[in-house]
């Protein structure tokens, strides 16, 4: 997409926590925003837990896990689930007026679902919304200067939106191992991916340049050691298009296990 270009800040360096800037010559990349809403219970879920890790190697994608709720009434809870995702999830059918709530369920670029195990349908969506300028176009940049994440959105191309877009911050473990206890998958270790563990508004765009200075420390405080930033339009219904993306992450100190009770 000429003129049109979101940059996507991967693996960012023990240098650049250390206060060096990302180097000015990272190559920008059209990004598509790939959401996978799963659960431990799930017998479907595993290939799109899969599926989604394998996106989430891609220089073009940034793709997140949003455990949730959902068959938690089962018996079978879901240990790394948060109600904040299962609304998210429940507020994106709202929008779309389909009232189809399932897991595995991937929304791409806060558009259109797709099953989340069908691996030939969410790549085809993918390309699809990439060819038709469908795909994040504003640029956001996220860079670390000392112990502060810069927060970087630029200007819309095609002028101010109609309303104002929320910018979300979300806090990422970028993989968590969990050996399952209960339901459909018990006695499995399934890795997942990028996963969203919490998710907050910061503030409103609205089509004009803006920096935000987030405090580093308190993003990772809980252990995460990534980060996801969503420019996303509001409809009257709950959320719309997200029109821009940014996706950080930084050295882990210890790796990530969990076992399902």
């Given amino acids: 997409m ?39 219970g ?3 879920c595993p290939p799109a837990d899969k599926l989604l890790g394998r996106l989430a ?12 709720t959902l068959w ?22 709202q929008v779309r007026g389909d009232s189809a709530v399932y897991t595995p369920q991937m929304v791409i670029n806060g558009r259109e679902d797709v099953v989340g195990n069908k691996e030939h349908r969410v ?46 911050l979300g806090t990422v473990e970028p993989e968590v191992s969990v050996q399952i206890g209960r339901g459909e998958n018990t006695g499995r270790s399934i890795a997942y991916h990028n996963v969203v563990r919490s998710l907050r508004a910061i503030g409103m765009w609205k089509g004009k340049p803006l920096s935000i200075d987030l405090p580093l ?12 930033v969503l420019v ?17 992450r930084w050295p882990a100190p210890v790796t990530n296990a969990r076992v399902a009770q």
């Fill in 72 to 93: 938690d009434y089962l018996g079978w809870p879901d240990t790394l689930a948060s109600r904040d995702n299962t609304e998210r999830q429940f507020a994106y059918a």
């Fill in 123 to 168: 790549l085809a969506e993918v390309e699809r919304q990439l060819a038709q300028d469908l795909a994040p176009s504003v640029q956001v940049d996220l860079e670390s200067n000392g112990d502060i994440l810069e927060l970087r959105i630029g200007e819309s191309k095609t002028g101010a939106p109609d309303r104002p877009a929320t910018i979300w």
């Fill in 57 to 68: 190697e891609r220089d073009d994608v940034i793709a997140l896990t949003y455990p949730v």
């Fill in 217 to 228: 420390g308190e993003l990772s405080r809980h252990g995460d050691t990534a980060c996801v």
């Fill in 42 to 44: 799930c017998s479907s």
């Fill in 2 to 40: 000429v003129g049109h270009r979101c940059v996507l800040l991967l693996g960012m360096a023990f240098a650049a926590l250390a206060g060096q800037a990302v180097a000015d010559d990272a190559k920008p990349a059209s990004v598509s925003v790939v959401e996978l809403f799963t659960s431990q």
């Fill in 232 to 248: 996303q339009l509001e409809t009257d219904a709950g959320p719309g298009a997200i029109v821009g993306a940014a996706f950080a």
